[in-house]
């Protein structure tokens, strides 16, 4: 029987893109293992892969690649920023990218194939596994596929790349700003390294700034707003994986690189658990290795930041019909006093008593819009001394409404404090998402048990030791009686994106989120289920301070109106209703007020009223493109001792940092009370600093 003929072996042209001769030299070997016949063409870095691609300068004669083999973390160009352009390009769309990095990271593999890498595989390479990679690409790409004509493509060559919006995992561009760093180092030398390092950079823009101290850097922190932390280990006031810790909770999710004298890999195992994303051995530091850390850094935290924000979005969609009914209550209890106080016929216990109903009213109304902005916010943990108990009793409430009827909700809550550092908006959101779950997995009704504890782990017990080592912890235990988890799927339910519910009944993202927020935390998560016999979420947190202070807190005193001496306020605030009512309580208690509806309204009455104003009390988000930030900005350049304050009905996140803000001393949020207006005001006009709060 004749054989048929082979098929006729194409030599496959191949761009190779890393900046690692080792790395080069092992991808060559692995491909001449794989058997492909192949023209091989090495680069160094992503701006000279895009000139070869594009046939530029020295590469004009470039042959068009059949293939690209890319890293992922290059100088100058992140491999990132070159699949995303390469996949954007209607010229060099076609050719095959296959992702050969380091990093086995979810977020990364997501990441790159969001952006439609053909393959992603981890160095160092396994030959056999690059083999088959291969092996497929050549009898399936190379001879299967039909490419568009290479006249079609000819004509592509020049036109214009067409313009997408870029995905939810899109790469950042890391030339687009300067990163602000955080050097922590006692030493003068090795501080000075850094920073030359730093400098030497082609791929980003750096601006530094060192302490030496680990106190220093969480003075430093709560002033001002960093990218990125490069910390060493030993510090004159703190050691060890007492620094790290330390600067994880000063840090409130900015990215935390360790410097340490010694390359020990269990070591630098500890310093990840602790919560450091990256360590660095000083003998080490260059400026390919820094720059490398830090974009790693950058880019984990903002893909992990899209993924909870996500999350929390399609929570609020889950809450909205609860939230509703709940506003609209407060609203029947507002509207209606008001009205009663209209019609008249009240006596004056009766006003009061009305007056009271409306406060009682919008302060639970406030409450509730906060919440909700602790839910959609874009922002980094808030870390603070928080009660675990209280996070837990106080959304009751809301976690009512969010089970329905079916589900009986039972609280178990620990007799004493139970005191965290933690962003309580955080662990509200755990609680949600866990919730969420077990009404699902309860579609009859059932009962969800929320328990918390005290506990202490200790090394070789029974317990599996958090990231933050042996020690006391708190216990947050959520246990549902629903039809429980497979064990085939129960290793994969904290992979994003994994779910096994129906299309459009859920993202995957609820339980990669909690993952996420406990590992913040330095704490961990369990989880134990058996099909048809319910599921339970065991999480373990490091206790904080002990004592009353968290639980305890002053009685409130009467506190006389602080009243103003005949200074002029400029108030700006595109909202008519909230404008009148702050100009009323200002006159009311001696101030002159302006009052003007959008910042360009400001700006063109300022040369007129410009001399007489004391106090600009702006709102920071207006209409008409010129915010409060931006009118402040303006009004400075003017009057470099001009004063200013800001109130916003936005998250308390909202700038805070970049602005150098303070609640209470130069910033309100809404609604505000009469007495915090007032000593808004007045501290504003007193404080001996007059730098207004301006964006840089």
């Given at each position: 029987?004749?054989?048929?003929?082979?098929?006729?072996?194409?030599?496959?042209?191949?761009l190779?893109?890393?900046?690692?001769?080792?790395?080069?030299?092992?991808a060559?070997?692995?491909?001449?293992?794989?058997?492909?016949?192949?023209?091989?063409?090495?680069v160094?870095?992503?701006?000279?892969?895009?000139?070869?691609?594009?046939r530029?300068?020295?590469?004009r004669?470039?042959?068009?690649?059949?293939?690209?083999l890319?890293?992922?973390?290059?100088?100058?160009?992140?491999?990132?920023e070159?699949l995303?352009?390469?996949?954007?390009d209607p010229y060099?769309?076609y050719?095959?990218v296959v992702?050969?990095?380091?990093?086995?990271?979810?977020?990364?593999?997501?990441a790159?194939y969001?952006?439609?890498?053909?393959?992603?595989i981890t160095?160092?390479?396994?030959?056999?596994?690059?083999g088959k990679?291969?092996s497929?690409?050549?009898?399936?790409?190379?001879?299967?596929?039909?490419?568009?004509?290479e006249?079609?493509?000819?004509a592509l060559?020049?036109?214009?790349?067409?313009?997408e919006?870029?995905?939810?995992?899109?790469?950042v561009?890391l030339q687009?700003?300067v990163?602000?760093?955080?050097?922590?180092?006692?030493?003068?030398?090795?501080?000075?390294?850094i920073?030359a390092?730093?400098?030497?950079?082609?791929?980003?823009?750096?601006?530094?700034?060192?302490?030496?101290?680990?106190?220093?850097?969480?003075?430093?922190?709560?002033?001002?707003?960093?990218?990125?932390?490069?910390s060493?280990?030993?510090?004159?006031?703190?050691?060890?994986?007492e620094?790290?810790?330390?600067?994880?909770?000063?840090?409130?999710?900015?990215?935390?690189?360790?410097?340490?004298?010694?390359?020990d890999?269990a070591?630098?195992?500890?310093?990840?658990?602790?919560?450091?994303?990256?360590?660095?051995?000083?003998?080490?530091?260059s400026?390919?290795?820094l720059?490398?850390?830090?974009?790693?850094?950058?880019?984990r935290?903002?893909?992990?930041?899209?993924?909870r924000?996500?999350?929390?979005?399609e929570?609020?969609?889950?809450?909205?019909?609860?939230?509703a009914?709940?506003?609209?209550?407060?609203?029947?209890?507002?509207r209606?006093?008001?009205?009663?106080?209209?019609?008249?016929?009240?006596?004056?216990?009766?006003i009061?008593?009305?007056?009271?109903?409306?406060?009682?009213?919008?302060d639970?109304?406030?409450?509730?819009?906060?919440?909700?902005?602790?839910?959609s916010?874009?922002?980094?943990?808030?870390?603070?001394?928080?009660?675990?108990?209280?996070?837990?009793?106080?959304?009751?409430?809301?976690?009512?409404r969010?089970?329905?009827p079916?589900?009986q909700?039972?609280?178990?809550?620990?007799?004493?404090?139970?005191?965290?550092?933690?962003?309580?908006?955080?662990?509200?959101q755990?609680i949600?998402?866990l919730?969420?779950?077990?009404?699902d997995?309860?579609?009859?009704?059932?009962v969800?048990n929320?328990?918390?504890?005290?506990?202490?782990i200790?090394s070789?017990?029974?317990?599996?030791i958090?990231?933050?080592g042996?020690?006391?912890?708190?216990?947050?235990?959520?246990?549902?009686a629903?039809?429980?988890?497979?064990?085939?799927?129960?290793?994969?339910?904290?992979?994003?994106?994994?779910?096994?519910?129906?299309?459009?009944e859920?993202?995957?993202?609820?339980?990669?989120?909690v993952?996420?927020?406990?590992q913040q935390?330095?704490?961990?998560?369990?989880?134990?289920?058996?099909?048809?016999?319910?599921?339970?979420?065991?999480?373990?947190?490091?206790?904080?301070?002990?004592?009353?202070?968290?639980?305890?807190?002053?009685?409130?005193r009467?506190?006389?109106?602080k009243?103003?001496g005949?200074?002029?306020?400029?108030?700006?605030?595109?909202?008519e209703?909230?404008?009148?009512?702050a100009?009323?309580?200002?006159?009311?208690?001696?101030?002159?007020?302006?009052?003007?509806?959008?910042?360009?309204?400001?700006?063109?009455?300022?040369?007129?009223i410009?001399?007489?104003?004391?106090?600009v009390?702006?709102?920071?988000?207006?209409?008409?493109?010129?915010?409060?930030?931006?009118?402040c900005?303006?009004l400075?350049?003017q009057?470099?001792?001009?004063?200013?304050?800001y109130c916003?009905?936005?998250?308390?996140?909202?700038?805070?940092?970049?602005?150098r803000?303070?609640?209470?001393?130069?910033?309100?949020?809404?609604?505000?009370?009469?007495?915090?207006?007032?000593?808004l005001?007045?501290?504003?006009?007193?404080?001996t600093?007059?730098?207004?709060?301006?964006?840089?």
């Amino acid at each position: 029987m004749t054989q048929p003929e082979s098929p006729i072996r194409k030599t496959i042209e191949i761009l190779l893109v890393d900046d690692s001769a080792t790395d080069r030299m092992l991808a060559a070997e692995a491909l001449k293992t794989g058997g492909m016949v192949n023209a091989l063409h090495t680069v160094e870095d992503g701006e000279e892969a895009m000139q070869f691609l594009r046939r530029e300068g020295k590469y004009r004669d470039a042959p068009r690649p059949d293939l690209i083999l890319l890293d992922l973390n290059m100088p100058r160009k992140d491999g990132r920023e070159v699949l995303a352009e390469v996949k954007q390009d209607p010229y060099l769309k076609y050719i095959p990218v296959v992702i050969l990095t380091t990093s086995k990271a979810d977020e990364d593999v997501l990441a790159a194939y969001g952006l439609h890498a053909n393959c992603y595989i981890t160095k160092p390479l396994d030959f056999a596994q690059f083999g088959k990679v291969a092996s497929s690409l050549e009898n399936f790409w190379f001879q299967m596929v039909t490419l568009p004509p290479e006249e079609s493509l000819e004509a592509l060559k020049h036109a214009r790349p067409v313009k997408e919006e870029p995905s939810s995992v899109a790469p950042v561009h890391l030339q687009d700003k300067v990163w602000r760093v955080l050097i922590v180092e006692d030493s003068a030398t090795d501080a000075l390294l850094i920073s030359a390092a730093l400098e030497e950079s082609n791929s980003m823009k750096f601006s530094s700034v060192r302490v030496d101290r680990v106190e220093s850097a969480e003075a430093r922190l709560r002033m001002e707003s960093f990218d990125v932390i490069v910390s060493d280990l030993g510090l004159p006031d703190s050691q060890g994986m007492e620094t790290v810790s330390r600067m994880c909770r000063a840090a409130s999710g900015v990215p935390l690189i360790v410097l340490t004298m010694t390359d020990d890999d269990a070591l630098g195992l500890q310093i990840l658990q602790v919560g450091a994303v990256d360590y660095i051995v000083k003998g080490q530091i260059s400026t390919r290795a820094l720059s490398r850390a830090i974009r790693y850094a950058i880019d984990r935290r903002n893909i992990e930041e899209q993924l909870r924000h996500s999350q929390r979005m399609e929570s609020i969609g889950v809450l909205a019909g609860g939230v509703a009914h709940d506003f609209n209550n407060m609203l029947t209890i507002i509207r209606g006093n008001a009205e009663l106080q209209m019609i008249g016929g009240l006596g004056a216990a009766q006003i009061r008593s009305a007056a009271e109903q409306v406060l009682l009213a919008s302060d639970r109304a406030a409450t509730l819009t906060r919440q909700l902005l602790t839910f959609s916010r874009r922002q980094s943990l808030k870390l603070e001394q928080v009660d675990l108990n209280e996070v837990v009793g106080d959304f009751t409430k809301m976690l009512r409404r969010l089970l329905g009827p079916t589900i009986q909700l039972e609280l178990h809550l620990a007799a004493h404090p139970l005191p965290i550092h933690a962003d309580a908006g955080m662990i509200e959101q755990i609680i949600m998402n866990l919730a969420v779950n077990a009404r699902d997995a309860m579609p009859s009704g059932g009962v969800l048990n929320v328990q918390t504890f005290a506990v202490k782990i200790v090394s070789g017990g029974k317990s599996t030791i958090p990231p933050a080592g042996p020690g006391d912890y708190v216990r947050l235990v959520v246990k549902d009686a629903g039809a429980g988890i497979p064990a085939d799927i129960l290793p994969h339910i904290f992979e994003p994106f994994y779910t096994t519910k129906q299309v459009g009944e859920g993202t995957g993202l609820g339980l990669s989120t909690v993952f996420g927020i406990v590992q913040q935390h330095r704490g961990l998560i369990e989880v134990v289920s058996e099909p048809g016999r319910g599921t339970t979420f065991t999480i373990s947190l490091p206790l904080g301070v002990t004592g009353d202070a968290v639980t305890q807190q002053e009685t409130p005193r009467p506190v006389e109106l602080k009243k103003g001496g005949g200074e002029t306020i400029l108030l700006v605030d595109d909202e008519e209703l909230v404008r009148d009512l702050a100009a009323m309580i200002l006159r009311m208690n001696g101030y002159k007020v302006i009052e003007v509806r959008t910042g360009s309204e400001a700006l063109l009455r300022w040369p007129e009223i410009g001399d007489n104003v004391d106090l600009v009390l702006t709102d920071m988000v207006m209409p008409d493109g010129v915010s409060g930030q931006e009118l402040c900005r303006r009004l400075h350049e003017q009057n470099p001792d001009i004063r200013v304050a800001y109130c916003t009905g936005y998250s308390s996140g909202v700038r805070v940092k970049e602005l150098r803000l303070t609640e209470g001393v130069n910033y309100l949020t809404k609604p505000y009370s009469v007495e915090a207006l007032l000593g808004l005001v007045r501290t504003r006009l007193e404080s001996t600093d007059s730098r207004p709060p301006i964006a840089t």
